[in-house]
């Protein structure tokens, strides 16, 4: 039978009720009072009057309400829509209205920061507000219900019908090429993500899973939904300190962490116990360079490292098992469990190998759609040239922007994103190619490679980057070790170093839009 992404819990709940499900701040949770409570807020979605398929934004840090919320939403048969908690008022007010959102989870203090946009969200009537004991605030055409009021019942059944191809949730991505847009996955979706990621990652009831990013991040929501599908513990962090991880894991007795390039810089500086329960770690959203992988082995000799490739629109794409790590230096590795990856020229032709194309995701994980735009849809999400002909309906794939190579041994390795590239005097650039360079040279422990207007070049590329520890490094040092390792093309126009980590979106990446902003006036005058 088909299963829909809170069976995870309900199952767990009959075969292994007393074993813990979620854990914030030191408090557990069994699978049998996880599933009660995703019951209890399910019902009071249904009481409130929310229809199947309606939208149910969540605006919160990660804690145990959060988690409930997003599973009850999809139990109530309506759409979950995790909103990062690091967005500011009018780009939470931009996605609820995009999504047509009809109810609201938020603090009380969040709801204050959102007190002058909501009317920027027509759709929205109800807000249910966590963590408060006092008088509601009154909102002009809102009705306001505390969290702790929702959860004193009663249960109601669904009677609708429901089946795995239904929409479950809607992820925004960071927007770091415009306007976030709203990826619509179905419980398929989340079902087959979650079961694929835990079988390469061997994941088990006895895992302890640390979930440091964004719910609102697929990678985030990743952690939970792949600990829930094998009865594991999902432990929720929000880390202030890095010290604080390091601390959690031993405290928590985690098993396995997953984290984003920057953040990895950071921790493999750290100390880190001889001794650590920390069964595997994982990297994605980007590629984890040669010099922090190297630090991490020598701070967690013990621990197996899964370097990983996603993009929202399919979820997970690639993982390259930890015992290939060496033997392929720069690869993403192969297709994920029950995913095809397919490498293919702008007319629908395979690449020959090494051959650069564009990595196109076919399987079970591939999205719904964009929410409420036809036209990014349409360029994303496209038919596959017909592989028999007496099917008639083409099948739909993503196609993901990203340039690969694929070796004769199918491995395959990222080049860089087709927003991203840098066009300088007739060619087209990756940055990617330009950052290798800069790690390979070991003086620097973030670099950064922009394509920057320029009245000439058309783009000039500019090169930012943090030196690394005990590293003194000026800007000349840095140009002059790119000048003997890249042709002249390639070699970065300006450079500029910075003592504090380049900035991050939020999901936790260099944010390359702010970058390119800040900088797009460095050559007006080079005419």
Not at 96 to 115: G, K, Q
Not at 302 to 327: K, N, Q
Not at 398 to 421: A, H, K, N, P, Q
């Amino acid at each position: 039978m088909a299963q829909l992404i809170h069976d995870f819990i309900f199952e767990s709940a009959r075969r292994t009720p007393s074993a813990p499900a979620l854990s914030y701040q030191g408090v557990q949770l069994d699978y049998a009072g996880l599933g009660q409570m995703v019951d209890l807020f399910a019902s009071a979605l249904r009481a409130l009057g929310l229809g199947h398929g309606e939208r149910v934004a969540v605006y919160l840090e990660k804690r145990e309400e959060c988690v409930l919320a997003l599973f009850g939403a999809a139990a109530a048969g309506t759409v979950f829509v995790p909103v990062n908690p690091l967005l500011k008022p009018d780009q939470v007010a931009y996605i609820m209205s995009d999504c047509n959102v009809r109810l609201l989870v938020t603090s009380h203090a969040r709801l204050n920061l959102l007190s002058d946009v909501l009317a920027a969200c027509p759709d929205l009537h109800t807000v249910i507000v966590v963590g408060t004991s006092g008088d509601l605030p009154l909102m002009p055409g809102l009705h306001l219900v505390s969290w702790r009021e929702c959860m004193k019942g009663p249960l109601t059944g669904n009677g609708q019908r429901r089946i795995d191809g239904d929409m479950a949730a809607i992820l925004y991505t960071s927007g770091s090429t415009g306007k976030p847009k709203g990826v619509v996955l179905s419980h398929r979706n989340l079902v087959a993500g979650a079961h694929s990621v835990s079988a390469y990652l061997n994941n088990t009831s006895e895992d302890r899973i640390l979930c440091l990013l964004p719910l609102s991040f697929d990678y985030g929501l990743s952690q939970v939904t792949t600990a829930f599908a094998v009865g594991a513990c999902a432990v929720l962090m929000n880390h202030l300190l890095l010290r604080d991880v390091i601390e959690t894991v031993e405290r928590e007795r985690i098993s396995g962490l997953a984290a984003v390039p920057p953040l990895w810089i950071q921790l493999s500086q750290l100390s880190w116990p001889d001794a650590t329960r920390l069964r595997y770690i994982t990297n994605s959203g980007g590629a984890l360079q040669r010099p922090t992988l190297a630090a991490l082995r020598r701070a967690l000799p013990d621990t197996l490292i899964y370097l990983m490739y996603g993009l929202t629109e399919a979820f997970r794409s690639t993982y390259l098992a930890p015992e290939l790590v060496d033997a392929r230096p720069g690869s993403i590795g192969k297709a994920i469990p029950n995913a095809e990856v397919l490498v293919l020229r702008p007319d629908g032709t395979p690449c020959a190998p090494g051959e650069p194309g564009e990595l196109v995701h076919r399987g079970a994980l591939v999205a719904l759609g964009y929410w409420n735009d036809v036209e990014k849809t349409a360029e994303r999400f496209r038919a596959l040239p017909a592989r028999a002909p007496g099917l008639p309906l083409a099948e739909l794939a993503v196609w993901s922007g990203d340039t690969v190579r694929c070796d004769e041994e199918g491995y395959l390795y990222f080049i860089g994103r087709f927003d991203d590239m840098i066009k300088t005097s007739g060619y087209r650039i990756s940055p990617t190619e330009v950052e290798e360079v800069v790690y390979a040279s070991g003086l620097v422990e973030e670099a950064a490679a922009i394509g920057v207007p320029h009245p000439l070049l058309g783009q000039a590329i500019a090169l930012l980057a943090t030196p690394a520890a005990n590293v003194t490094l000026d800007a000349a040092t840095l140009l002059a070790a790119c000048k003997a390792a890249l042709p002249s093309f390639m070699v970065p126009a300006w450079v500029e170093l910075r003592d504090e980590a380049l900035p991050r979106n939020p999901n936790g990446k260099v944010d390359r839009k702010r970058l390119g902003a800040e900088l797009a006036h460095l050559f007006s005058d080079a005419a």
